[in-house]
């Protein structure tokens, strides 16, 4: 088994070049998005929307010229990427989706005990009636359809039958999202719209085989990871920390993953093979990066606390008064180092882009370098967001200094 020992720094300007935060890879259009989904796998989908969604935000800081109708083609045209339950819900390569049936089952009976609580399990005794709406009626969403009437109001959950019946059926995998207008997702049946692939079965033997593949693709979506329980390895199958770890160990000794020892942190990480060559490739390049608040890179908080003295907490679920920042602030990456943090304002198409709140990180020196380096994001930035770039925010970076 072989074992790199690396500094921080090694690790760091590993993972910005892994993820194309300095631009080394050359990622750049809808050519790019496919080239990133290959390497990393999923992107996690929230629907937020302040300064574009989640996944809008994670590929706007790699992908060179990046547009948000970018993604909505290759999902709901080209259909080479697929909204599916990884992580959470994400977003990954069509042609994956047959490998992800244990995750539809181990999800299948999560939405049923969530439905048990919920007071909802009648959902489950329409799923023939919504079925034969689908198939009448083609691409549906949940407002097209009421049956069964209403559950339980409550502050999470559908509020009707009909629409936690379609979203159970979405789950097992027989239909699928064909589109989203905003929030609102449509649903046709699978087999339509994924003829190829809707009736396939993975070709794992057991669970062990299935764990094989989906422990090495996860370090893939974070470049290098540590054996730690958090954030990175949540989800079905892999928070089981037994099994991790004796996959991890498989994985090793069969020469797929490599071991890594980083300075100063006790745990060790792994690296895929086909990974372990980007470290030969020190790219020195400064590039300013507005970083999604759920980007890959930040899927484990406490890694990211360790590897770049950086402490970053999402807020929009803290109460206004218990928040330490703001309710939606992205970290602020130059070369391998997080600086900064921001608030944006909400932008609307066409509207000027404005920050709310800027915090600079202790110690970070503020020149005339890194200043350019954040006018010519800012200035990719509006132009992703279709915004006016005013030149307000100066202001508020000079004011905290």
């Keep these: 088994m072989r074992t790199e020992i690396l500094s921080k720094n090694d690790a760091r300007q590993f993972l910005a070049s892994y993820h194309n935060l300095n631009g080394s890879q050359q990622y750049c259009g809808s050519d790019g998005i496919i080239k990133y989904f290959a390497k990393a796998g999923s992107i996690q989908y929230d629907p937020l929307n302040v300064v574009g969604r989640n996944a809008d935000l994670v590929l706007q800081s ?13 999902l709901y045209k080209e259909r080479l990427l697929v909204d599916g339950f990884d992580k959470e819900m994400c977003i990954y390569m069509t042609e994956e989706f047959p490998k992800f049936a244990r995750i539809r089952a181990a999800r299948a009976i999560a939405v049923t005990n969530t439905l048990g609580h919920r007071n909802q399990l009648d959902a489950l005794q329409i799923l023939d009636e919504v079925r034969d709406f689908v198939l009448i009626n083609g691409a549906t969403g949940t407002k097209d359809l009421s049956i069964g009437g209403h559950s339980l109001e409550g502050s999470w959950g559908h509020k009707k039958l009909s629409s936690a019946a379609l979203d ?8 699928c999202v064909v589109n989203k207008n905003g929030t609102q997702k449509q649903y046709d049946f699978t087999k339509k719209i994924l003829p190829s692939l809707a ?7 057991d669970d062990d085989d299935f764990l094989t593949w989906y422990v090495k693709r996860r370090i893939g979506s974070t470049g290098i990871l540590w054996d730690r329980t958090g954030g ?9 920390k037994v099994k991790r770890e004796q996959t991890l160990s498989r994985l090793l000794e ?5 071991r890594l020892l980083i300075e100063d942190i006790k745990s060790p990480f792994y690296v895929r093979k086909e990974d372990i060559s980007l470290f030969e490739k020190n790219d020195s390049s400064k590039q300013v990066k507005f970083l999604a608040p759920l980007d890959n890179l930040l899927w484990d908080r406490e890694m990211v606390a360790q590897l770049y003295d950086f402490e970053y907490r999402w807020e929009v679920y803290t109460p206004a008064e218990k928040r330490k920042y703001g309710y939606y602030v992205l970290p602020v990456l130059y070369g391998d180092q997080l600086i900064a943090r921001f608030e944006p ?12 709140s800027w915090w600079w990180e202790p110690n970070v020196q503020v020149t005339s370098e890194l200043l350019d380096a954040i006018n010519a994001a800012i200035y990719d930035f509006c132009r992703y967001l279709d915004a006016e770039c005013s030149k307000d925010y100066l202001d508020v970076l000079r004011n905290n200094v």
């Design 199 to 205: 009736e396939q079965q993975d070709s794992y033997a």
């Design 232 to 240: 990175a390895w949540q989800g079905h199958f892999l928070s089981n």
């Design 254 to 258: 069969e020469g797929e993953i490599v």
């Design 345 to 356: 304002e909400r932008v609307l198409k066409n509207a000027p882009f404005k920050i709310k």
């Design 62 to 74: 790699k992908i060179k010229d990046y547009k948000p109708e970018m993604l909505h083609n290759l």
């Design 168 to 175: 159970y059926l979405y789950t097992i995998g027989e239909l």
